[in-house]
């Protein structure tokens, strides 16, 4: 859901009232004229009345001269939100049978001006009054700054699509600790539940977009599970759906004063349950530690509120800690939240943070850690955004290991000093949808990394994700959209979309729904120069292009995998073994430790020659600092091929050229502790 500040979004504070209100804030027409009448991309059966689409001209298919896909990608947009939280907090639907009058209508107790409206109060400022007809006269919503009505209504998206757009990722999202403290709720507060229901929407809108256009199959939305489908539909011309998750406490598995409230079985069942689904990417962890990962904090008094509601939650604050490169979380502040903390028991506060522990101390997992693996054996792509830099560093070390490309950061709420790792994977980043000054800003950052490594750059929406979207830059700003305008294609031209008795114009609208994509893209072109939308235009491809990598990774076989090992030295335990094969035995709560001096070794014999290209060591607390990779043929001659004298645990991977190899020790000159040194699993691969 929302990223919900930014240094290109200028919020309105807000004054801080009762505390899970203010964790809802973060946590989360005409056919086209010139179309032939039997055209693919013409409606048999357009609902009457509806929206308007003005959009008019035939929507580009096939590839380009390279055999590449085109388009825009929204690798971050929630669809169905207004069935979360308990289905009364985002007002309004993405359809309905009943027709656009039904599908556009506030939520009940908002009539008959917003006096109830409790959660726009908060988002919005002011006393939360508004208007609450939508259809047909939408005085007041949607609005790029009204955060709980919809923004997606089909034939918004429809116009994204007609504009441009060839993939969405819909993030099926909800919170069950939101839904239960929220005012208003019509259902369930399970979090599963929900992410089943917003799942079974996405296909019925399908279902409801292909009888418009003839029939199954015919209709432009289609929800695809592997990247060949999708590839398969960019090329007609049509909408590339995936589906995501973004939940706090995905598989049951939060935590309660430390005790995860999962395991393993549940997390299995749990990633089976979605992959049927047809979920392809997802995040572990949002807005709340939870027993897979820590959080990436949030600041000012919103983050206060947060922590109040993670201890409501868990029984404990956020920790932090001296972070240990120069990724750090937000800083969280000691920005007060009064109406939050008034709902902590007596004698109970916030913590003080000092300005100089940025870091979450929780990381990954080991659950957290089986959930990475079991996506990677399922070739589902791991959403890191929202991750703590811990946890982002730990996963990417895993990723890296396996040389595994399936890492998404889809809208802008990760530490941006990951970005060439998350590339050098092969993996795929959106920037959030800020201003079109900001958002040019941060693409042209970031643009000699794109072309190093040949990709495109898609954006996040987060659309009905509560996180505020691009307000007007102004009738009389410089170089402001134009209309009518043309397509990044040419094919199609754009004019100033309405609906109803409303006509909206990003000009002095802002981005106020789905429908206004292309204007903005416009806005782009026009402040930024026509460069950061050919990157936009190659987003599809790129995206497409690491998911199809994800599905063709083969994990490399470990020639270690149950080889005889020795040691120099074992540490010596009356319960537990620390033998040298315990380093090698597949095992991940399993090690081999060391005597507690300098110049050990630990030897593999792989039992005959192999092509030996990379070694992955993942060190327990005791780990080397200086220690080299040494290879042999005969167990006598041995030749260094890796070494590093900066080593900081954590999981290691040495890569160097193939070399043939029956024998393999790593070989610890310097300690990085007291300790000896401890090893829970060593890999090699012929690389």
Sequence with gaps: MAKSKSRYLRRRDVIIVPLLLLVLAVVLGPTPSSAAGDAWWVPAARPTPDSGIDVTGEPFTGTNTKGEVRGFVDAHDHLFANEAFGGRLICGKVFSEAGIADALKDCPEHYPDGSLAVFDFITKGGDGRHDPVGWPTFKDWPAHDSLTHQQN????????????????????????????????????????????????????????????????????????????????????????????????????????????????????????????????????????????????????????????????????FWKTEKCTGPQHDNPIGSATAAGAEAKLPAGVSVPSYSSDAQCNVRGLTDLGEYAVRGMMKRKMMLEIDHMSVKAVGRALDIFESESYPGVISSHSWMDLNWTERVYGLGGFIAQYMHGSEGFVAEANRTKALRDKYDVGYGYGTDMNGVGGWPGPRGADAPNKVTYPFRSVDGGSLIDRQTTGERTWDLNTDGAAHYGLVPDWIEDIRMVGGQGVVNDLFRGAESYLGTWGATERHQAGVDLAKGAPATASSTEWNPFVSYAPNRAVDGLRDTRWASGWSDDQWLQIDLGSTHRVGQVTLDWERAYGKSYSIRLSTDGVNWNTVWSTTTGDGGLDTARFAGTPARYVRIAGTERGTGWGYSLYEVGVHSG
Excluded at 203 to 210: F, N, P, R, S, T
Excluded at 258 to 266: L, R, S
Excluded at 300 to 314: D, K, R
Aim: charged share 20%; hydrophobic share 40%; aromatic share 10%.
């Design 153 to 316: 209504y089909y034939a918004w998206v429809e116009r994204a699509w007609r504009g441009g757009q060839r993939v969405l990722v819909n993030d099926l999202v909800t919170n069950g600790v939101i839904c239960s403290v929220y005012f208003f709720k019509d259902r369930s507060c399970d979090e599963m539940t929900s992410l089943r229901l917003q799942a079974k929407m996405t296909y019925d809108l399908q279902a409801y977009i292909d009888k418009m256009y003839g029939g199954p199959g015919k209709g432009w939305f289609r929800i695809v599970t592997d990247s060949a489908q999708a590839r398969a539909v960019i090329e007609q011309g049509k909408l590339a759906v995936i589906l995501g998750v973004e939940t706090s406490e995905p598989f049951g598995c939060k935590q309660i004063l430390d005790i995860p409230q999962c395991g393993k079985a549940d997390i299995d069942a749990g990633l089976d349950e979605l992959y049927a689904l047809g979920v392809r990417s997802m995040f572990l962890c949002h807005k709340f530690d939870n027993a897979l990962c820590g959080v990436r904090f949030d600041s000012g008094s919103l983050g206060t509120a947060i922590n109040v509601g993670q201890f409501l939650s868990t029984g404990t």
